[in-house]
Nanobody, 128 residues
């Protein structure tokens, strides 16, 4: 059974940074594509970033809305994916989820429905 555990959320002021972590408990972690999504109250779940597994060269992909501010990375030895978030603004407030899958084709990496496994989420609040 694949389990994902997010951490690193919290309350920050506008302009500050946070780094989220997602630990994926699976034997073949390096083969998994792992993505980050967020969902604010009353809004749909939004794709933020994803990083491919070994078959995809570990390449990252981003939503246009966060490109240049957010950086996704992975550390296979620790079975962990990170999301570094800079210049946070109040509109970034949401529950942030990580998700994983090992059969996701490139054209589908931005779709939440492509991911088989999800974490419980971590709250990020940006407020002065």
């Amino acid at each position: 059974q694949v389990q994902l555990l997010e951490s690193g959320g919290g309350l920050v002021q506008p302009g500050e940074s946070l780094r989220l972590s997602c630990v994926v408990s699976v034997g073949s972690f390096s083969t998994y594509t792992v993505g980050w999504f967020r969902q604010a109250p009353g809004k749909e779940r939004e794709f933020l970033a994803t990083i491919r597994g070994s078959s995809g060269g570990g390449r990252p992909y981003y939503a246009d809305s966060v490109k240049g501010r957010f950086t996704i990375s992975r550390e296979n030895a620790k079975k962990t994916v990170y999301l570094q978030m800079n210049s946070l603004q109040p509109e970034d407030s949401a529950v942030y989820y990580c998700a994983a899958g090992n059969t996701i084709i490139l054209s589908a990496v931005r779709s939440a429905g492509s991911y088989n496994y999800w974490g419980q989420g971590t709250q990020v609040t940006v407020s002065s």
